[in-house]
């Protein structure tokens, strides 16, 4: 039997994508040949899919569509299991490739979404194609389409964040300024209206407790409640917070001298909500070392 090197193995993974363990076991099987071995891997792309598919993605990329006269726009989520997949060149172009067929074919929902085509195939099929290459669980998680009242602007940092706002009024650098202010402060709504009661409840009932905890006189609770979850609603609402290139004005102010009113916008964070799972890296880099 052929010697499966540690630089045979590096070199089909190099040319397939596939994890370094399918890897030595694809070579293992046709004795070393290299490629014998590439082939299987890409026989068995499809089966890969399914399996890797019940395993937690929590990280990934957000990736943005705005059409031409900046009036429609797609903001989507894609997960990967690692961020060292999300930075892979052909996941990072299969982002991409869905925004803009998002943008164009304007699915009703996730479901809707797997059928739609790029590239000459769908996108489930592309996902389980890449899924199979890069043996990760891969999946869109939620996308948001916008027509705007006014028009779109995006930010984008490292990726991870993206922010998809309508806009009426201002300029260019005004709309970059306030998507990239978003990105910074993750607002929870534009206003008050936005904030769901309960959340604001929930907050009240913990001032109180705070409150009672502290010694305060019972008179006083209720008024101190109120200043606490008045305080929390100006931290969490983009219109009353303060800018973070000019925390002397808030966005309303900004607003207001620019003679420009926000209309929407959409804030994704990779894996918000998403429970990750806590991997041993050390024994995972112990493993591969046997190789």
Do not use: W
Request: charged residues 30%; glycine residues 6%.
């Amino acid at each position: 039997m052929a010697e499966i090197t540690a630089s045979l193995v590096k070199e089909l993974r190099e040319m397939t994508d596939a994890p370094m363990m399918d890897c030595k076991k694809a070579l293992t099987e046709v004795d070393g040949d290299l490629q014998k071995a590439e082939e299987l891997l890409r026989v068995k792309f499809g089966n890969k899919a399914s399996k890797v598919s019940s395993r937690v993605a929590a990280e990934g990329l957000i990736s943005i569509a705005i059409s031409t006269d900046s009036k429609n726009g797609a903001i989507v989520e894609i997960n990967s299991e690692t961020d060292f997949c999300a930075k892979n060149d052909e996941f990072i172009k299969f982002c991409q490739d869905v925004s803009n067929a998002t943008l164009q074919s304007r699915p009703s929902d996730i479901d809707s979404l797997k059928n739609v085509e790029m590239n000459g195939v769908s996108v489930e099929e592309s996902r389980s194609n890449l899924v199979g290459k890069i043996g990760e669980n891969i999946s869109p998680r939620r996308f948001a389409l916008v027509e705007a009242n006014g028009n779109l602007f995006s930010y984008l940092h490292g990726g991870k964040i993206g922010v998809l706002l309508d806009l009426s009024g201002g300029n260019e650098d005004l709309g970059k300024d306030i998507a990239m202010h978003i990105a910074a402060s993750k607002p929870k709504a534009l206003d008050e209206s936005g904030i769901d009661q309960e959340l604001i409840d929930s907050e009240k009932r913990v001032a109180l407790e705070k409150a009672k905890e502290a010694g305060k006189p019972e008179e006083m609770l209720d008024k101190i409640a109120t200043g606490s979850v008045n305080k929390f609603l100006k931290e969490v609402t983009l219109l009353n917070q303060p800018f973070v290139k000019d925390d002397k004005q808030t966005i309303q102010n900004l607003l207001d001298s620019n003679n420009a009113k926000i209309n929407s916008f959409h804030l994704y964070i990779v894996g918000e909500g998403i429970e990750k799972v806590q991997s041993d890296f050390a024994a995972e880099v112990a493993e591969a070392s046997k190789v």
